[in-house]
């Protein structure tokens, strides 16, 4: 492909907001492009949200799963794991302590744990509600029904990784679990009002840069107004122990891809990626993102909930997460957002 080529598909993207497969594999495929394209990515981020960054405030309550992927630390066959689970006052209190430290929206985030209920769940939700925050879930496949009674009681968002769009690769590394239910949820979340965010796994054994592709279209084609994208870390007590880990810089460009195509959506730059670099996720506000999500988990329950190894500050308390993030995001010339961050829609301008 030659540069002229890529630098077409490049301004495409960036004025436009759209490519085909064959241009989005192009882009991703090459290596030299990673400055020009994370620089495009900053400016329609600027464009469409502006230079806040929204913090959300990730409480980790359950690493209890009833599922089985081959990539997660939390998988229920890992007997490795030290278990947990935080009483629904537990889960309160720390909603209240991330408030306190100037949070406006909350994280609910476990392994697919049914002893927690859309009926338990549903309360926890209302108390939380009552503290004017924004409630984000992010805890699994449920029904339909589950799905609208915790909307009901006020559940803002919806995290959901699709991990993979190959169906073959999905039900591969996901035993048991049917990719078509996988979107029936996502779209489920679309019709009963959530934001609905969702994200991809980058490094899985046998993913292909034309599924990565075909990822971002999914995303777009869900409209997504959330997506993680965070590169595959082995975890040693998991059947992917021996994979490579994900590569930084080709998670990079799927970041900045995304926001060239999804201009208005919030794209975290997740905790994942300082496992591989130092300041990864600096780098990777400056390549299109616009969210942080800080734990504010308390005490050992932040090393327990070890969706992969080299988690960074297991050690920090919340007070000193939420110091360092709001330091780090100064220094870039960002500050931290006021608003509970919700997608703004903007009209498609050219």
Same mark, same amino acid.
């Given at each position: 492909?030659?540069?002229? #080529?890529? @630098?077409?598909y490049?301004?495409?993207?960036?004025?436009?907001h759209e490519?085909?497969?064959? %241009? @989005?594999t192009?882009?991703?495929?090459? !290596?030299?492009?990673?400055?020009?394209?994370?620089?495009?990515?900053?400016?329609?981020? *600027?464009?469409?949200?502006?230079?806040?960054?929204?913090? =959300?405030?990730?409480?980790?309550?359950?690493?209890?799963? =009833?599922?089985?992927c081959?990539?997660?630390?939390?998988? $229920?066959d890992? @007997?490795?794991?030290e278990?947990? =689970?935080?009483? +629904?006052s537990?889960?309160?209190?720390l909603?209240?302590?991330?408030?306190?430290?100037?949070?406006?929206?909350?994280?609910?985030?476990?392994g697919?744990?049914?002893?927690?209920?859309a009926?338990?769940?549903a309360e926890?939700?209302k108390?939380?509600?009552?503290?004017? #925050?924004?409630? /984000?879930?992010?805890?699994?496949? $449920?029904?339909y029904?589950?799905?609208? *009674? @915790?909307?009901?009681?006020?559940a803002?968002?919806?995290?959901? =990784?699709?991990?993979? /769009?190959?169906?073959?690769?999905?039900?591969?590394?996901? +035993?048991? #679990?049917?990719?078509n239910?996988?979107?029936?949820c996502?779209?489920n *979340?679309r019709k009963l009002?959530?934001?609905?965010?969702?994200g991809?796994l980058?490094?899985?054994p046998?993913?292909?840069?034309?599924s990565?592709a075909?990822?971002?279209?999914?995303?777009?084609q869900?409209?997504?107004d959330?997506?993680?994208?965070?590169?595959?870390?082995?975890?040693?007590? !998991?059947?992917?122990?021996?994979a490579?880990?994900g590569?930084? /810089?080709?998670?990079?460009r799927?970041?900045s891809?995304?926001?060239?195509?999804?201009?208005e959506?919030?794209? +975290?730059?997740?905790?994942?990626? %300082?496992?591989?670099?130092?300041?990864? $996720?600096?780098?990777?506000?400056q390549s299109?993102?616009?969210?942080?999500? +800080?734990?504010? !988990?308390?005490?050992?329950?932040?090393?327990?909930?070890?969706?992969?190894?080299?988690?960074?500050?297991?050690?920090?308390?919340p007070?000193?997460?939420?110091?360092c993030?709001?330091?780090?995001?100064?220094?870039i010339?960002?500050?931290?957002?006021?608003?509970?961050?919700?997608r703004?829609?903007?009209?498609?301008? /050219?």
């Amino acid at each position: 492909m030659s540069d002229k #080529m890529i @630098l077409q598909y490049l301004k495409k993207a960036q004025m436009t907001h759209e490519l085909n497969q064959n %241009e @989005l594999t192009a882009l991703l495929s090459d !290596t030299t492009i990673d400055d020009t394209l994370a620089a495009a990515a900053d400016q329609v981020r *600027l464009k469409y949200v502006g230079n806040s960054i929204h913090l =959300r405030g990730l409480i980790e309550f359950s690493n209890i799963c =009833r599922q089985n992927c081959m990539y997660c630390g939390l998988r $229920r066959d890992n @007997l490795h794991i030290e278990r947990y =689970r935080l009483t +629904p006052s537990e889960i309160v209190k720390l909603a209240e302590k991330a408030r306190r430290y100037g949070y406006k929206t909350v994280v609910l985030q476990s392994g697919e744990d049914m002893y927690f209920s859309a009926n338990i769940l549903a309360e926890i939700i209302k108390q939380i509600k009552e503290m004017d #925050m924004a409630v /984000t879930l992010s805890i699994g496949e $449920r029904s339909y029904e589950e799905y609208d *009674l @915790l909307k009901k009681a006020g559940a803002d968002r919806y995290l959901l =990784r699709i991990e993979t /769009t190959s169906k073959k690769l999905y039900e591969a590394l996901d +035993p048991a #679990m049917s990719f078509n239910n996988r979107k029936s949820c996502l779209f489920n *979340l679309r019709k009963l009002g959530y934001e609905v965010g969702t994200g991809c796994l980058v490094g899985l054994p046998g993913q292909t840069i034309e599924s990565l592709a075909q990822d971002i279209l999914f995303f777009k084609q869900l409209d997504a107004d959330m997506i993680g994208i965070g590169p595959l870390i082995p975890n040693q007590n !998991t059947p992917l122990a021996k994979a490579a880990k994900g590569d930084f /810089t080709l998670t990079r460009r799927m970041v900045s891809l995304i926001r060239l195509l999804l201009p208005e959506a919030n794209i +975290p730059a997740t905790t994942a990626m %300082e496992t591989l670099k130092a300041d990864a $996720r600096i780098i990777i506000l400056q390549s299109g993102a616009n969210v942080v999500m +800080p734990n504010v !988990t308390e005490g050992d329950y932040r090393r327990k909930y070890a969706l992969y190894p080299g988690k960074i500050c297991v050690a920090d308390t919340p007070a000193q997460c939420r110091s360092c993030i709001g330091g780090k995001i100064k220094s870039i010339g960002r500050y931290v957002a006021a608003d509970k961050g919700f997608r703004q829609h903007q009209p498609r301008l /050219t």
